[in-house]
């Protein structure tokens, strides 16, 4: 049996959250262009084709690894739907967002986020 924690913060988050959850998005859209481009959804030929590309983002190298996997999800659905037969614009993330199972934790009522060389 697995235990998943599923944490709802109801706070206002600080510029650096703010940028760096843009940050976050931006590398997911930027995936996803680079799966639409090369016509692939797989996970493993969407990290080979996109890890080196997002050396440009000053971020912590797994939060580019979740990145690939979420741009991959989303593509893979995509790919599904047109299977189906259903039109779909090209996809891409509004919403500033991030998603990771490393590193976070929770001490208390304190979440901590890590940005690299500070916590939030």
């Known amino acids: 049996m697995k235990a998943i924690k599923s944490v709802r913060q ?3 988050p600080d510029s650096h959250i703010l940028d760096f959850l843009e940050t976050f998005r931006d590398m997911v ?3 996803i262009r680079i799966g639409l481009k090369n016509d692939t959804h797989a996970l493993k030929r ?3 084709l996109s890890y080196r590309e997002l050396a440009q983002y000053d971020i912590l190298s797994y939060y580019k690894l979740c990145a690939i996997s979420k741009a991959a999800g989303i593509l893979s659905n995509r790919r599904q739907s047109i299977k189906r037969g259903i039109n779909t614009k090209n996809p891409y993330l509004k919403k500033p967002i991030l ?3 490393y590193g976070f934790k929770l001490e ?5 986020i890590p940005l690299g060389d500070t916590i939030f």
């Not at 208390?108 to 901590?112: A, D, L, R, T």
């Open 29 to 31: 859209n930027h995936c």
């Open 46 to 48: 969407l990290s080979v």
């Open 108 to 112: 208390g009522n304190i979440f901590k």
């Open 10 to 12: 109801s706070c206002v």
């Open 99 to 101: 998603i990771s199972c």
